[in-house]
T-cell receptor
Framework: EAEVAQSPRYKITEKSQAVAFWCDPISGHATLYWYRQILGQGPELLVQ????????DSQLPKDRFSAERLKGVDSTLKIQPAELGDSAMYLC?????????????FGAGTRLSVL | QKEVEQNSGPLSVPEGAIASLNCTYS??????FFWYRQYSGKSPELIMFIYSNGDKEDGRFTAQLNKASQYVSLLIRDSQPSDSATYLC???????????WGAGTKLIIKP
């Protein structure tokens, strides 16, 4: 069964360091999402890609976060510098449908701890 | 601000009973409705989706949608301890088709 691949599964870093997360969506899925989930809350959308283009990054803290999907396939989310408040689960999801109407399938996530 | 509201729980249900999870949404133009299950420390997993008013059944799970009252519910029949998890309601609506998430209801099935 096709899956969304994410790495690493866990990341521990010190504040002010740089971290990067990688996501490979299900083959053929044009839409890719990065979410942040804090314990006890629902996922919060950080950025949405349609192929290689950013559709929505209104909730992305652009002073420290960046995301790219250069060839419209896999994607990288970077945080520089990391802050204590960035500790959370970072989830990647993909969808076959264009325009955000489709079912989203999630990867296993990356648990980030900033010390 | 478009919102999706869920009771945070925990909701405790005896094994074998019916668990009923509810979700209300504020955007009357919402079109698609999803229930995801999330085990502790894991990522969300799709359980059900529903687009039309009424009931949709899949095994032990039934999703119910009432657009007039702006609520969607999930029923789990013959609840099992393995159903213990947080259930997230998510709704697509509005002009940008963004998925709006509730905070989730924690369900505990007691043996």
């Amino acid at each position: 069964e096709a899956e969304v691949a994410q790495s690493p599964r866990y990341k521990i870093t010190e504040k002010s360091q740089a971290v990067a997360f990688w996501c490979d969506p299900i083959s053929g899925h044009a839409t890719l999402y990065w979410y942040r989930q804090i314990l006890g809350q629902g996922p919060e959308l950080l950025v949405q890609f349609q192929d290689e283009s950013v559709v929505d990054d209104s909730q992305l803290p652009k002073d420290r976060f960046s995301a790219e999907r250069l060839k419209g396939v896999d994607s990288t989310l970077k945080i520089q510098p990391a802050e204590l408040g960035d500790s959370a689960m970072y989830l990647c999801a993909s969808s076959l449908a264009v325009g955000g109407m489709g079912i989203q399938y999630f990867g296993a996530g990356t648990r980030l701890s900033v010390l | 601000q478009k919102e999706v509201e869920q009771n945070s729980g925990p909701l405790s249900v005896p094994e074998g009973a019916i668990a009923s999870l509810n979700c209300t949404y504020s955007d009357r133009g919402s079109q698609s409705f999803f229930w995801y299950r999330q085990y502790s420390g894991k990522s969300p997993e799709l359980i059900m989706f529903i687009y039309s008013n009424g009931d949709k059944e899949d095994g032990r799970f039934t999703a119910q949608l009432n657009k007039a009252s702006q609520y969607v519910s999930l029923l789990i029949r013959d609840s099992q301890p393995s159903d213990s998890a947080t259930y997230l309601c998510a709704v697509i609506g509005g002009s940008n088709y963004q998925l709006i998430w509730g905070a989730g209801t924690k369900l505990i099935i007691k043996p």
